[in-house]
C-alpha cells in the first residue's frame, strides 16, 4: 500500500491525524510495522557494546515505538468513539499482538539487565530529579510485568496478558453491542412525565435511527436517567432498567460472564506467578493506597453513614410514593422517579425547571473560562482541522503570553459506535524530549443530543470531570512522554479532574454561564440558592451506588482463587453481607462493568474516585478558606500538579499544593455524610 497516512510524516496543521484520509485498512500494516521497528530500536539498545547509561538505555528507550505508539493512539480513540465492524476486526486480531509485543519487550532479558544495572548504580547517575524517578518507574514496571520470573514463568507470563488483551476486547465490543441493538420505540401516548427536553432527546434518537415520527429511548445513561427520573410509566420504567442492568449478561454470543472468569483466573495466576496472594494485593502495591486494607478502611469509611442516609431518604421515597397511591415497595426503577418528587416538595427544585438553564455550548465555555481565570489558557475553535465525525469540535490552546500549548478535541454526542460513559484520551503526549511536542487531547461524553442540547446537573458535572483530565494532559510540562500529564498512579489521576468539577458548581460560575435558552436570562438567584442547597440531596443513594460498586471490585480481586466463582452468586452474596439496599441497584454491574473488565485500567482501582474525592474535597476547601475560588496564589501551585505528571511523587505535590496531607472532614462534608445531615 503505496498511500497509508502512517507512514509518511504528517503535514497537517499542528501535526494532527489526518482523519480524512485515514481507514481502517491502513491499521494493520501500520501496526505491523510499528512493531517490527520497535523490536529493531530494543535490539539496536541491548546490542550496544557500549556500557549501560541513562541516555543509552532509558532515554533511548522513550524514543523507541514512535510509529507504533502514532498508530495506537489513533486506532483505539476512533475504536472507542467511532468503532464500525472493520475496526471492531483489527481490535479482535491486534490486542493480543500489541500485548504479545508490550510483553516481549518487558521480558527481554537483556534490556532487563542495562535497566537492572542503572538501577543498582542510580545514586551515583547525576541523574535530575524526573529521570531518577523515570529510572525507578522502569525498574518498577519491568520487575511487575516478570522480568525477574524464571523462563517457563515468563512464557507464562506472557501468554496471559496476550489472552487478556483478547478478553478485554471481546468484552467492550459485547457491551457495546447490546447497547446498539437495544432500544425502548415509543409514541406519544408512552410519553406521560417526560420534560421538554427528554421528548426531544428521545425524537432525535428516533431520528437517528431512521424512525422519524416516533421517540427512542436508547441506553445511553444521558438516555436512561431522565427516563427512570421523569416516566410515570412504571410499566417501562421497569422494562428499561431491566434492560440496562442485563447490558452484557444475555445468555449467547454476547455473554459477558464466561469472560469475567477467565479474566479472574488469569489475574489471579499473574498475582501469583508475581508472589502476591491475590491481584488487588498486586495492583494496590503501586498506589497511593498501597494495601487492600487501606482500601477497605476508606470505603467502610463511607459505606455505613452512607447506607444510613439512604434509609432516611428511602422513608421519604415511600411517603411520597404511598400518598401517590404505590402501596408496593419502592423497587431500583422507582428510586430516581419518586427522589424526584421528594426533591421537588422538600427544595422547590424541579429537574425540568433546571435543565432550561444548563445549556452544553454555555457550559463548555464556562469551563474554557474557568481554565483561563486558575491557569491562564485561551482556547479558540479551529474549524479547518480534520476530524473524524462532524459532531467533533475542535480548539487551539494558547497561555497568557500567545505561544501554543495544545489541542483539545470535544466530541460530546451519544451515538452507535461510540462506547458509553465519559473519558479524556490523547492523540498525542505532549514532551520535551528532542524539542517541545504539544499534546493533542480528546474529551468524549455521551450527551443526548437536542436543539439545543441541555444538561442536567450532573452532566456539566461530568463535562467538568473530563475537562479535567484534559487540562491534565494539555497543562503537562515534562521532558519525557512516559511521564506527561495523566500517567500518575491511578488513584491520583482522579484528583485533577475531580477538583475541577468543583468550579462548576461555584455560584461565580454558575451566575454568568447558566442562562435560559431561550431569553438568556441568568438562573434565577432564588433557583440556583435552592440548587446549591440541594446538592447533598440523594448522596445517601448516590455515595451507596458507587461504594457497592467499588466494595464489589475490590472483594471480587481479593479472591486468591477465583476460578471457581460464580460471579452470579458472588455479587449476590456481597450485596448481601455488605448490606446493600434492595431498592438501589450498582452503579455498574459485573457484566457491563468495563472499568474492570474493558482493560485492567481500573480493576480493584475503581476505588480512586473515592480515594482522589478525599484529597478533591479537602483540596478545594483550601480555595474556600482562602475567600476566593480563583485565589491566584493557589491557583499557581494547582497548575504545578497538572503539569508535573508523573515526575514526582503524588502525595509530595499534594504536599506542595496544600501545605499538609488531607483529611478525609471536607469529603464527609461534602457527601452530607457528617451527623445531622
Ligand atoms: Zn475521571
Not at 545514586?123 to 522502569?138: I, K, P, T
Amino acid at each position: 500500500m503505496t498511500d497509508n497516512p502512517f507512514f509518511e510524516s504528517w503535514t497537517t496543521p499542528f501535526g494532527m491525524p489526518p482523519f480524512d484520509r485515514i481507514r481502517p485498512e491502513h491499521f494493520p500494516p501500520a501496526f505491523d510495522r510499528g512493531m517490527k521497528e520497535q523490536i529493531a530500536e530494543i535490539a539496536a539498545i541491548t546490542g550496544s557494546p557500549a556500557s549501560p547509561s541513562f541516555s543509552n538505555t532509558i532515554e533511548a528507550l522513550e524514543r523507541s515505538g514512535r510509529l507504533l505508539e502514532r498508530v495506537s493512539r489513533v486506532f483505539f480513540n476512533l475504536d472507542s468513539s467511532n468503532t464500525n465492524e472493520e475496526l471492531e476486526a483489527v481490535a479482535r486480531d491486534f490486542a493480543p499482538k500489541l500485548a504479545q509485543h508490550r510483553m516481549r519487550i518487558a521480558l527481554d532479558a537483556d534490556l532487563f539487565a542495562r535497566i537492572a544495572d542503572l538501577h543498582a548504580r542510580r545514586a551515583s547517575l547525576g541523574l535530575a530529579v524526573d529521570q531518577l524517578r523515570l529510572l525507578e518507574r522502569y525498574h518498577l514496571r519491568f520487575v511487575r510485568s516478570g522480568a525477574l520470573l524464571r523462563p517457563e514463568q515468563k512464557e507464562r507470563m506472557a501468554s496471559i496478558s496476550e489472552r487478556l488483551a483478547s478478553l478485554h476486547t471481546l468484552f467492550g465490543q459485547n457491551v457495546l453491542h447490546d447497547e446498539r441493538d437495544w432500544r425502548l420505540v415509543l409514541d406519544e401516548k408512552d410519553l406521560h412525565g417526560l420534560p421538554g427536553f427528554a421528548r426531544s432527546a428521545a425524537a432525535q434518537a428516533a431520528k437517528e435511527l431512521g424512525i422519524e415520527g416516533r421517540y427512542a429511548v436508547t441506553l445511553a445513561r444521558s438516555a436512561v436517567e431522565p427516563f427512570l427520573t421523569f416516566s410515570s410509566r412504571r410499566d417501562l420504567r421497569r422494562v428499561l432498567w431491566e434492560a440496562w442492568t442485563k447490558r452484557g449478561a444475555h445468555e449467547g454470543a454476547s455473554d459477558n460472564a464466561p469472560l469475567i472468569r477467565e479474566i479472574m483466573a488469569l489475574r489471579a495466576e499473574q498475582a501469583r506467578l508475581l508472589g502476591y496472594e491475590s491481584f488487588a494485593d498486586y495492583r494496590l502495591d503501586d498506589t497511593m493506597a498501597k494495601t487492600t486494607t487501606a482500601v477497605e478502611g476508606l470505603l467502610l469509611q463511607v459505606w455505613e453513614p452512607a447506607k444510613e442516609k439512604a434509609r432516611g431518604e428511602r422513608t421519604k421515597l415511600e411517603e411520597v410514593a404511598r400518598a401517590e397511591g404505590l402501596n408496593e415497595p419502592i423497587e431500583p426503577w422507582d428510586w430516581r422517579y419518586y427522589a424526584e418528587k421528594v426533591r421537588q416538595a422538600e427544595y422547590d427544585l424541579d429537574e425540568a425547571e433546571v435543565k432550561p438553564y444548563f445549556v452544553l455550548d454555555n457550559m463548555v465555555q464556562a469551563a474554557f473560562d474557568t481554565a483561563h481565570r486558575l491557569f491562564g489558557v485561551s482556547f479558540t475553535e479551529r474549524a479547518d482541522l480534520p476530524v473524524y465525525h462532524p459532531d467533533v469540535r475542535v480548539w487551539e490552546v494558547r497561555d497568557n503570553a500567545g505561544e501554543h500549548v495544545g489541542i483539545f478535541l470535544h466530541d460530546n454526542f451519544a451515538r452507535s459506535g461510540k462506547r458509553s460513559g465519559a473519558w479524556m484520551s490523547r492523540y498525542r503526549d505532549q514532551e520535551a524530549l528532542d524539542g517541545a511536542v504539544a499534546p493533542i487531547v480528546v474529551n468524549n461524553n455521551n450527551f443526548a443530543k437536542g436543539a439545543p442540547t441541555l444538561l442536567s446537573f450532573d452532566d456539566a458535572r461530568t463535562l467538568f470531570h473530563e475537562f479535567g483530565h484534559g487540562l491534565h494532559g494539555l497543562l503537562s510540562r515534562v521532558r519525557y512522554r512516559s511521564q506527561a500529564g495523566t500517567a500518575v498512579r491511578q488513584d491520583f489521576v482522579e484528583f485533577p479532574s475531580q477538583i475541577f468539577e468543583h468550579w462548576m458548581a461555584a455560584p461565580e460560575t454558575l451566575r454568568s454561564y447558566a442562562r435560559h435558552y431561550q431569553t438568556g436570562e441568568p438562573i434565577p438567584e432564588a433557583l440556583l440558592q435552592r440548587l446549591l442547597a440541594a446538592r447533598t440531596f440523594n448522596q445517601g443513594f448516590a455515595t451507596v451506588e458507587y461504594a457497592g460498586s467499588a466494595l464489589f471490585d475490590l472483594e471480587l480481586h481479593r479472591e486468591s482463587e477465583p476460578e471457581a466463582l460464580d460471579i452470579a452468586r458472588f455479587e449476590r452474596e456481597l450485596l448481601h453481607r455488605i448490606g446493600m439496599p434492595r431498592e438501589i441497584g450498582l452503579r455498574h454491574r459485573p457484566a457491563h462493568f468495563q472499568h474492570l473488565f474493558a482493560g485492567g485500567g481500573y480493576a480493584a482501582g475503581y476505588y480512586a474516585y473515592l480515594w482522589a474525592e478525599v484529597l478533591d474535597a479537602d483540596g478545594f476547601a483550601a480555595f474556600a478558606e482562602a475567600g476566593d475560588v480563583f485565589d491566584p496564589a493557589l491557583a499557581a501551585r494547582l497548575k504545578d500538579i497538572y503539569s508535573a505528571g508523573d515526575t514526582r511523587d503524588p502525595m509530595a505535590l499534594y504536599r506542595a499544593f496544600r501545605g499538609r496531607e488531607p483529611t478525609i472532614a471536607a469529603l464527609l462534608e461534602q457527601r452530607g455524610l457528617t451527623a445531622g445531615q
